[in-house]
């Protein structure tokens, strides 16, 4: 078998690699009584996808907010392209978890909306929007409204919208929660397509652990509240194989158990 | 799943489907397409009751529907209920119009700011709790028993329902829309007008319609209070001479052009303002 699936364990401290788009340093969140994350420190590497992975209630949300700019850190700052932000930039787009589609909008208005804030004529964000909605498979549902779409339709026009600005990270919340499960395999590999052609930075919110192992060059574990990070995992799965032969191969099932066997001692 | 009686059919069951159930099907099949038929049925039955409830009658002072639909054509006719209504509708008109504009932006501003809502919201409260009947009359003593009365008591009742529902309109948008707008870099000017005003139309919406609904108590108020102009007029020299159809007439119309005009509203809302709506 050609596949060569081996995950290396890397130790949290030293994690520091030589091409980091977004830094995050000493990241602490607190919601008053509440503390949601503590002394987070990650680096996510250009052009490479990486897992937030972690039980539920633990910041994975919150984090990838923080890195957004769409919430404040209580502590710590967040680095894009050695830059500390403070706010959204366009250098960032996000996927949100429960769509954040407009209803009033047809699917080619609302993935042409980030191209519509920043000033740029209807025609030509019409072009880029219908380009990406090519590219996602939404081709013939421009004129639909969102409430004619399925679920993971619906996702869609949300990753579509998030490729129409061009940014260079894409910050996925949890973006196939709405799917069931034959789409949902069939979107993860659409979704390593697209990671392929577009070369952008990833980072990705999921509660599935096959999901995880399959689609991340990283998969970063948090720890219950208070989130930290308690373990970084890179299964460096050879993608050229057929999606059926990685998901039986032997490799790639060691490192789910490996995964599942460090979540397990929280969900005791 | 549709029992489309095809000749066929109708053969095949060897003429199980009669002619009856044929028209049945008919009806029922265009009754679940169009709505107004059900409006119409629902009319029918409240003007049938109407109409045997004054045969009967109840009470010597309630005309049939039938006379009440005559003594609405009398008057339209005999010239006595358009010119009613041009005086009714100048302090309704004026003081909707006031109402609408003032109470959205109130509102909107109430929604937006936290500060304008604690200045505000507590006097809207009060005003949309207070019984604004017993209050009517003080405003003839400042503003005498002219217009200006009267289009202040349409905005007395119209305006604190206006504005409560623009607040919780926009306090209700979806958060995670305003968070997508900030996403994008969207300036708080088009995170208000692209995302909150469009997200929060709907209720806007249903509380210009309270809004106007209340409107219509207001000034039916202010002509049976202040002093009887208008509709209020009609209503109440009618009662005075014992012509009870006729009264009952101007009732009945002032309710219908009420009902009218809301739905007008809910077409103009439905056809520009929520284009996801049209299509079903
Ligand atoms: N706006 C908020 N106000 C107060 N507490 C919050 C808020 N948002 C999140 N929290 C709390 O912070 C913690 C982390 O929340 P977060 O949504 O980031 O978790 P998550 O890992 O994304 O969970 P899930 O897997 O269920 O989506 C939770 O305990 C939550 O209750
Ligand atoms: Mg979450």
Redesign the pocket.
Known sequence: MATSISARVANPAATTTSDAIVEVRDIGKR??D?E?LRGINLEFERGKLTTLL??????????LKIIAGLVPATSGDIRVNGKVVTGPGPERAFVF?DFALMPWATVLRNVAFGLELKGIGLAERNRTARHYIAEVGLSGFEEKYPHELSGGMRQRVGIARAFAVNADVLLLD?PFSAVDEQNRRKFQEDLLMLVEKERKTFLF?T?SIEEAVYVSDRIVL?SP?P?RVSQIIEPSIDRSAAPDVIRRDKGYLDVVEEIWQGLRQYAE | MHMAATPQKVGATGGATDGSSTLADMIADFATRRKSLWVLVSLATLFTAWEIAGRVPISFAFPTFLETVSALLEMAFDGTLLPAYAITFQPLVIGVAVSAVLGIGLGIVMGLSDKAEWLLAPVFIVLQAAPMAALVPLVTFIYGIGLVAKTLAVIMLALPVIVLNSYKAVRHVNPSLVDMCRSFQGSRLQQIFKIIIPDATPVLFAGLRLGIAAGFIGVMLAELLITPTGIGDLITYHRSIANYAHMYAAVASIIAVSTLTLAGLQYVEVRFLRPEKRRK
């Open positions: 919601y008053g509440i949601a972690g039980p539920s209630g633990c910041g994975k949300t919150t984090l978890q949890e919110v509660h948090l509240r989130g």
